[in-house]
């Protein structure tokens, strides 16, 4: 499977006030950036449960998400942790990616859901 470049990461967090403490210290300790501090779980836990942070540089963002409408939320996701430069970090798993974008109306998300399909043999 050839790797597909994105501008963005996807991140799904509980949307409680202890835990998007951690998610701002986390941003802070890579990011000096004084727009962190208006990530709110208050947002997090409303009608449109997601917000979007643009790092300084400008080069990428990060979606940060409690849910995805009503189809998903982050209790839902089901991961795998993998080692990331000695760091276990969750991950959805190939199959929950694939229950993530199958049904999507952009096309790409539909292409990546094919091919997750066959790289991983999963059964729809």
Do not use: C, W
């Not at 449960?49 to 839902?76: K, M, N």
């Amino acid at each position: 499977m050839a790797p597909r470049a994105t501008q963005d990461l996807d991140i799904f967090v509980a949307a409680d006030e202890e835990n998007i403490g951690q998610l701002r210290a986390a941003l802070r300790s890579v990011f000096d950036d004084p727009e962190i501090a208006g990530i709110s779980s208050v947002d997090l836990a409303g009608e449109y449960p997601a917000i979007q942070y643009v790092p300084p540089s400008g080069t990428f963002h990060i979606d940060i998400l409690s849910r995805l409408g009503e189809a998903f939320r982050f209790e839902d996701i089901e991961v795998e942790e993998r080692l990331v430069e000695g760091i276990r970090v969750p991950v959805a798993t190939p199959r929950m990616l694939f229950l993530m974008k199958k049904d999507t109306v952009r096309p790409q998300d539909r292409a990546d859901a094919d091919r997750l399909r066959r790289q991983f043999n999963i059964k729809d």
